[in-house]
């Protein structure tokens, strides 16, 4: 769990790339993040981190809340961000970050880092610099070790209109964010969203792996020496 706290990446809007866009298909669009006070959102995640070249992996998994808490200023808001270990348990703060709707872009903060995920409206295609607020040669640690994890990532919205089970629930009218999305013979990035329309954030996935199992033909999450999984996926609502 030692990497967790970091990985809380969540989303952030900036500007649309259409000259125009109708009223309604707009309102369709900012959908895919409702914005309003006291709104929460509940997912489960697992995490596994490999060490001592890939012979121990170190898991973990526990619940997530998000929650959209009292106005900061004119733009900005809390958001509560809480975790807990089992079902049956308390949610505990984690901490406390800022998210901002304005000029179609939502702007959230994780650990000082703004992110911005998606953009309104997120049509197919549609490319930005997600990591822009930040230098994106700044060091994270996994299992110890210092990994380059933002470096030259370039946000595209790559399917729209599809279906999606997470969680045994299906999601229909889902978007898919590649974040990164990279492979070679020894590094494997890739850290992915997918919305939903009226929902939100309902599944996100990110790996960051390197191996010298270069003539390997395994999967990466069985060759993999060093680095990381992480999977969060909604349960509510």
Same mark, same amino acid.
């Given at each position: 769990?030692?990497? @967790?706290?970091?990985?809380?990446?969540?989303?952030? =809007?900036?500007?649309? +790339?259409?000259?125009?866009?109708?009223?309604?298909?707009?309102?369709?669009?900012?959908?895919?993040?409702?914005?309003?006070?006291? !709104?929460?959102?509940?997912?489960?995640?697992?995490?596994?981190?490999? @060490?001592?070249?890939?012979?121990?992996?170190?898991?973990?998994?526990?619940?997530? !809340?998000?929650?959209?808490?009292?106005?900061?200023? *004119?733009? #900005? =808001?809390?958001?509560? !961000?809480?975790?807990?270990?089992?079902?049956?348990?308390?949610?505990?703060? +984690?901490?406390?970050?800022?998210?901002?709707?304005? *000029?179609?872009?939502?702007? %959230?903060?994780?650990? +000082?880092?703004? =992110?911005?995920?998606?953009?309104?409206?997120?049509?197919?295609?549609? #490319?930005?610099?997600? *990591?822009?607020? =930040?230098?994106?040669?700044? #060091?994270?640690?996994?299992?110890?070790?210092?990994?380059?994890?933002?470096?030259?990532?370039?946000?595209?919205?790559?399917?729209?209109?599809?279906?999606?089970?997470? +969680?045994?629930? %299906?999601?229909?009218?889902?978007?898919?964010?590649? /974040?990164?999305?990279?492979? *070679?013979?020894?590094?494997?990035?890739?850290?992915? #969203?997918?919305?939903? !329309?009226?929902?939100?954030?309902?599944?996100?996935?990110?790996?960051?792996?390197?191996?010298?199992?270069?003539?390997? /033909? @395994?999967?990466?999450?069985?060759?993999?020496?060093?680095?990381?999984?992480?999977?969060?996926?909604?349960?509510?609502?």
């Amino acid at each position: 769990m030692r990497f @967790l706290l970091f990985l809380l990446v969540f989303v952030a =809007f900036i500007g649309c +790339n259409k000259e125009s866009i109708s009223a309604d298909d707009f309102d369709r669009k900012l959908s895919f993040f409702p914005f309003e006070k006291g !709104k929460s959102w509940e997912y489960a995640y697992d995490s596994i981190v490999y @060490l001592n070249g890939g012979a121990v992996r170190d898991t973990a998994s526990g619940f997530l !809340k998000f929650q959209i808490g009292d106005s900061i200023n *004119n733009s #900005e =808001f809390a958001w509560i !961000k809480s975790i807990k270990k089992t079902p049956t348990g308390g949610y505990e703060i +984690n901490r406390l970050e800022s998210i901002s709707l304005a *000029n179609n872009r939502l702007i %959230t903060t994780d650990n +000082n880092l703004k =992110f911005i995920n998606l953009v309104f409206p997120p049509d197919l295609g549609t #490319e930005w610099n997600g *990591n822009i607020f =930040f230098n994106d040669e700044i #060091e994270v640690l996994i299992g110890g070790d210092p990994y380059l994890m933002y470096k030259d990532w370039n946000y595209k919205v790559t399917t729209v209109d599809t279906t999606l089970i997470v +969680n045994g629930k %299906t999601y229909a009218d889902v978007i898919r964010v590649a /974040q990164t999305d990279k492979e *070679n013979a020894i590094e494997r990035r890739l850290s992915e #969203e997918f919305y939903a !329309k009226d929902v939100g954030l309902i599944l996100k996935r990110i790996m960051i792996l390197n191996t010298q199992n270069v003539s390997s /033909q @395994l999967p990466w999450d069985r060759k993999a020496q060093s680095g990381m999984i992480y999977t969060q996926r909604i349960i509510n609502p």
